[in-house]
C-alpha cells in the first residue's frame, strides 16, 4: 500500500505473534542478549484475545524457560488427577486403555490464553515491547532478505479508499524477524511460497477445533479430570474426537476436533459437536452448567513429516506455524515455546556473529533437541488413522507407540491435502443434524455472540476469492458451499438457494483460518484483516 | 489554555459482560478492558482543540488501578502530552471520583475539563455534573458539539428532542456524546513515542480525599430473559392490541 | 417521609417522564412537585391535577427559563432540606441538573432507577443493561435519577395538590447562558430516541421495498431502522443499523418486520418495552421475544397495517 507515507523503526529481533512461541522466544532472547531490541507484534486486541486452546499442558518447556514459575504466579493451577479415554456409540460407550502418550501425570490443565497473558508480563518485565492490536499485514523484503515486516493501514474505508481516520501502516525493520502466528499463519503461507520452503515435505494436514468454556454447579466439578472421546458422532474414516477438562474455579472446558481431511461435503464441524453433547457421556458434565464463551482454530496435525524448512534470510518459523504439534498428544504448547526458545538461541548467537542472513543453526537445534525426539516418536499416528480409520488407527498406533516406541522403521506419509480430499454434493449423504435446545445445544450466531468477535465493517473485506466465479462452479455446483457449514462462525453464507449466490459476513470471523485450508480450490485467501479485530476471548479459554 | 481530560479503564464494548455466578458483580477480571468509549470522544475533541491552536496543553488523568495506565498510555497515543494516575483500590465511585478531580483541577488550573458523558460500565453519567457542582463552575453536558471564542465556549447540547446551544464562561466542564466526533486511531507510531511521554502516578489516599463509598451493592442479577408473548391472527387484532392492552399506539 | 420531584416540561406541559417520577415517588412517602420557570403557572396548575402530588412547589423567574441546571441545582439545595429523597426523570433535564445537585449535598446520587425495593434500596440497569444491580445508599438524602419506562406514569387528571411558590434562593449562580434551541421538527425522530421504531430485515428483499415501511412509521411517529442483514445487502445505509454493532434502542414499541431474530439484533433492541413481530416463517427467533408475533407475508401485511392505522388516526 503506500509504502511512502509509513513510518519505520529499527529494532534487533521482531516477533510476530504473541501466542506461546512468540512468547517464550521474545523471553528467551532477552535472558540471552539483554541488550538486544525485541518487539513483538499480536493481531489481538490484547494478548491471549485470540489465543484458543484445550489445554492440558507439559511444563518441560516452561521448566527450562521460567524454572521458577510457581514462585511467579504463572496460572497453572489445575493439576491433571485422571484420564479418561472413551469410544462413543450413539447411545454407548466403552472405556479403552489410555494410550501411553496421553497420561497427563505431572501436567496441568489451563487457560491458554491466561498463560499467555502471564508470559506476556514476564516478556514485558525483560523488557520486550509488546504491541497487540496490530496484524503485521505485509512483509518486508530487501535483496533477498526479509527485513522484518509492516502493519496495515488502519482507516481504510470497505472501496479501499482511505477514510477520514485513515493512520497508515508502520514498518518494523529487524536484522530478524520470527513468524509465530500459529497455524495456517497469513505471512508464513506467503513466506513459504516466496521461499519454497515446503519441498520435499509432506503437505500440512489440519484439523479444526471448537471449543465451549462452561461453568458448571460446584457439586458436580471435578478439577483435574480430563474426558477424551472418539467415535460417534463421525463415521469411521473421520478423525476427530471431543475433549472435555475441568479445571479452575468449576470452569468445563468442553470441545471438538476434526481432522480438515474429512470428505463429506455435507459434514458441519460445528454441529457435529453440538450434537455430541447430547451423549451421555459429556451430557452429564454440563448440563445445569452455563456456556461462558466460544471460539474456535484450527491445529497442524502433520507432524514431523509436514515441518518446512524452517529457516530463511532474515527469519524463521517457530511454533504451530512451523507444524510443531504432537498429535496424538493433542499439545503442541510445550513444543511451541521449545522451538521458540531454540530460535531465540540460534537468533542470539547470530546476532553476535556478525548478523548472517539465515539463522541456520535453528535447524541444527532443532534436530538435536527433545522436541525432534518427541515429534519422531509421534509420527506414524495421524496418517494411521487416516488410512485404518479410527479403530484401526487406535490399534495401528498402540502398536507403533507401545510395541515400537515409535522407532518403527518406517514412516507413514500424508498423500493428500486437505482441501483436495472432499466429495462432491452428489456423492456424499447429507447428515441431519437436531435442532439446538437453547440450554445444552446451541445454533452459531448464538454461539459467535460468545467469542466477542468484532470487526470494524467499514475495512475491505479481510476474505477475498482469488476467482469469485470460481465460486458458482465449484464451491456451488459441485459441493453445495462447504464453507457455510465447515466456517464455525457463520461467515458463509448463502440466502437463497434458488439464486445462489455467497454472502460474506466478514465481522463474525473468528480467525481460525479453516477456508484457507478447506475450500475446495484454495480460492479463499484470509489475510490479517485491521488490527484489534477479531474475537476477544476471555480469560478461561 | 489548559485541558484536563478524565479517562477511566472499562471492559471493552466488544465484550458481552458477564454476572458473576456469586451475583457480587460482573467478572472483570481476565476480560479485555479499554478506555470508555466517550472518554475518546473527549480526548479526541482536546485533540482537535489543541490542533486548532484553542487548547495549549492536553492533561488526561485517570483514576483506579495501576493497569488504568495502558488506558492513559492510548490517550497519550492519541495526542494527549502528559498524564496523571491517581491509585486507588476499588473503583471509587462518581462522588468520591469527582472529589479526587477537583483536587487534581485546583493542582493543575485547567480552563477546560472534557470528559465522556458517562461510562459504559456503571453506566451512572454523574461524574461531570459533580464535579461542575463541587467547583461551582458551568456545566454543558451530552455536547455533540464544541466551539471556542474568548473566554466563553458555545456548545451544542443533545436534549430530548433536539438540540440546545448554550454559552458557557471558562473556566468550565464539558461532557461529551456519541456524535461530537469519531476519535482517531492510536497509531503504532504514536503508541511507541506515547511510552516516552511524563506519566505521573500518586496514590488518591495522598490527596486527602474521602473516598469511602456511599453506596453498597446488595446484589448484581442478569436481567430476566424475555418471554414470548402471543401469536395474533390478524392485522386488525394485532393493532387492537397495541391500542387497549399495550397502550402504545 | 417526603419526597420532592423535579418536573420537568416543554410546551406548557409538564412531561410523561416526569409522571414516572411521581409514580415512583410515590412508593417512598408524601410526594412534593417542583415546577420551575419562567412563566410556569399554568404548568404548575396542571401539575397540581397529577394524582399522587399533594403540594407543588413553583419557581417562577427569569433564571429558571430553559431549566439551565447550574440555577436550578442551587434552587433545589436551598428548598432539599425538608426532604429524605430527591427525585427527577431521568430524563435531560434530569440527568443534567440531579447529579450536580448531589455534588452541593456531598450525596452519591442513583441513576435511572427502574424498581424501588425499600427507601434506600435501588435497582438500576448496568453494563447498557447486560446487568440489573440492587443497591443500598448509605446516604441521609437519596438522590435518584427516575427510568420513565420503568414506572407506569401517574395519571395526569384527578389529582389536588396545593400550589404554593417556593421560597427562592438569594444567590442564583449563572455561569452558562441558553442561546438557541433546535428541536428536531419531526420529519422522523432519531433512531436511538425514538419511542417507536419500525425496523426491516432481509425479508424486506430490496432497498424499494423500504418504502413500504415509510408511511407505517409516519402514522406512528416512528423512525426506520434496519437489520444487519438488511444494511448489508444494501438495502438500507449503515446508520439504520440496530444490533450489537449498530445501534441499541429501547423504545415503548419495537415492530420487526421480515427480521429473523439473530442474536446480534436482539441484543440491539431486546430492552424495547414492546416488541411485535412479522415473519412469514414460524419458527423465527424473532417470535420468542415477540410480545406480539403475527405470521404472515409482509408484503400483504404492510399494506393492512398501513389501511388499519389510518383509520384509527
Ligand atoms: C482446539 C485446540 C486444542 C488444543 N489443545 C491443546 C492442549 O490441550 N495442550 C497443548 O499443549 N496444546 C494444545 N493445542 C495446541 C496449542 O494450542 C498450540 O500448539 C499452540 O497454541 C501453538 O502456539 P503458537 O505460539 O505457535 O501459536 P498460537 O497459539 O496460535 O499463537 C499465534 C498468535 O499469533 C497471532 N498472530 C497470527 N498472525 C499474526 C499476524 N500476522 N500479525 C500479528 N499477530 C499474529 C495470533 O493472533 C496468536 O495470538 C490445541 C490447539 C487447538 C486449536
Ligand atoms: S471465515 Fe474462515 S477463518 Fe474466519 S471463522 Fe470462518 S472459517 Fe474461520
Known sequence: MSGTAREAMEFDVVVVGGGPSGLAAAIRLKQLAPEASVCLLEKGGEIGAHILSGAVIETRALDEL??????????????????????????RSV??????????????????????????????????????GFAAAELLEEDGRVVGVATGDMGIGRNGEPGPNHAPGME?????????????????????????LREGVDPQTYGLGIKELWEIPKERHRPGLIQHTMGWPLDKHTYGGSWLYHFGDNLVSYGFVVGLDYRNTWLSPFDEMQRLKNHPAVRRHLEGGKRLSYGARALSEGGLQSVPRLSFPGGLLIGDTAGFLNVPKIKGTHTAMKSGMLAAEAVAEALEKG????????????????????????????????????????????????????????????????????EPADAAAPIAYPKPDGKLTFDKLSSVFLSNTNHEEDQPVHLRLRDPGRWRTVNWDRFRSPESRYCPAGVYEVPDPDAPELRINAQNCVHCKTCDIKDPTENIDWSAPEGGGGPNYPVGM | MKLLVPVKRVIDYNVKPRVKADNSGVETAGVKMSMNPFDEIAVEEAVRLKEKGVATEI????????????????AMAMGADRAILVQAEEAPEPLAVAKILRALV????????????????????????????????????????????????????????????????????????????EPRYASLPNIMKARKKPLETIAAAGLGVDVAPRLQTLRVVEPPERKAGIRVGSVAELVNKLRDEARVI | MTVLVLLDHADGAVSQASRSAVAAAGRLGEVHGLVAGDG???????????????????????????????????????LSGAYDHVLAPATATGKNVLPRLAALLDVQPVSEVVAIEGPDTFVRPIYAGSALATVRSGDAKKLLTIRAAAFDPAPAEGGTATVEAATLPADLPAPARFVSAELSRSE??????????????????????????????????????????????????????????????????????????????????????????????????????????????????????????????
Request: net charge neutral.
Open chain 1, 95 to 132: 472405556s479403552l486403555p489410555t494410550p501411553p502418550q496421553m497420561h497427563n501425570t505431572g501436567n496441568y490443565i489451563v487457560s491458554l490464553g491466561e498463560v499467555c497473558r502471564w508470559l506476556a508480563a514476564q516478556a514485558e518485565e525483560l523488557g520486550v515491547e509488546i504491541y497487540p
Open chain 1, 172 to 196: 518494523l525493520r529487524a536484522s530478524y524477524t520470527l513468524f509465530a502466528e500459529g497455524c495456517r499463519g497469513s505471512l508464513a503461507k506467503q513466506l513459504m511460497q516466496r521461499f519454497g
Open chain 2, 59 to 74: 492533561v488526561v488523568v485517570s483514576v483506579g488501578a495501576a493497569q488504568a495506565a495502558d488506558t492513559l498510555r492510548t
Open chain 2, 106 to 181: 485546583e493542582r493543575e488550573q485547567p480552563r477546560l475539563v472534557l470528559m465522556g458523558k458517562q461510562a459504559i460500565d456503571d453506566d451512572m453519567n454523574a461524574t461531570g455534573q459533580m464535579l461542575a457542582g463541587l467547583l461551582g463552575w458551568g456545566q454543558g453536558t451530552f455536547a455533540s458539539k464544541i466551539e471556542a471564542g474568548g473566554d466563553a465556549l458555545s456548545v451544542t447540547r443533545e436534549v430530548d428532542g433536539g438540540l440546545e446551544t448554550i454559552s458557557l464562561v471558562l473556566p468550565a466542564i464539558v461532557t461529551v456524546d456519541l456524535r461530537l466526533n
Open chain 3, 40 to 78: 410556569v403557572a399554568a404548568v404548575a396548575e396542571a401539575a397540581a391535577r397529577i394524582q399522587g402530588l399533594s403540594r407543588v412547589l413553583v419557581a417562577d423567574a427569569e433564571a429558571f427559563a430553559h431549566s439551565l441546571p447550574e440555577p436550578l441545582a442551587a434552587l433545589l439545595q436551598s
Open chain 3, 188 to 313: 422522523r425522530p432519531d433512531l436511538s430516541s425514538a419511542r417507536v421504531v419500525v425496523s426491516g430485515g432481509r425479508g424486506m428483499g430490496s432497498g424499494e421495498n423500504f418504502s413500504l415501511l415509510a408511511p407505517i412509521a409516519d402514522s406512528l411517529g416512528a423512525a426506520i431502522g434496519a437489520s444487519r442483514a438488511a444494511v448489508d445487502a444494501g438495502y438500507v445505509p449503515n446508520d439504520y443499523q440496530v444490533g450489537q454493532t449498530g445501534k441499541i434502542v429501547a423504545p415503548e414499541l419495537y415492530l420487526a418486520v421480515g427480521i429473523s431474530g439473530a442474536i446480534q439484533h436482539l441484543a440491539g433492541m431486546k430492552d424495547s418495552k414492546i416488541i411485535v413481530a412479522v415473519n412469514k416463517d414460524a419458527e423465527a427467533p424473532i417470535f420468542a421475544v415477540a410480545d406480539y408475533g403475527l405470521v404472515g407475508d409482509l408484503f400483504t401485511v404492510l399494506p393492512e397495517l398501513q389501511a388499519e392505522l389510518n383509520k384509527t388516526a
Open chain 1, 66 to 91: 521460567i524454572p521458577d514459575w510457581k514462585e511467579k504466579g504463572a496460572p497453572l493451577r489445575t493439576p491433571a488427577t485422571e484420564d479418561r479415554m472413551l469410544f462413543l456409540w450413539k447411545k
Open chain 1, 355 to 422: 548478523r548472517p542472513a539465515e539463522p541456520r543453526s535453528f535447524t541444527r537445534r532443532v534436530r538435536r533437541s527433545w522436541l525432534w525426539d518427541e515429534l519422531r516418536r509421534a509420527r506414524n499416528v495421524r496418517p494411521a488413522f487416516a488410512r485404518y480409520g479410527q479403530l484401526g488407527g487406535f490399534i495401528y498406533s498402540a502398536v507403533d507407540t507401545v510395541l515400537l516406541r515409535g522407532r518403527a522403521p518406517w514412516t507413514l506419509h500424508h498423500p493428500h491435502t486437505d482441501h483436495a480430499v472432499l
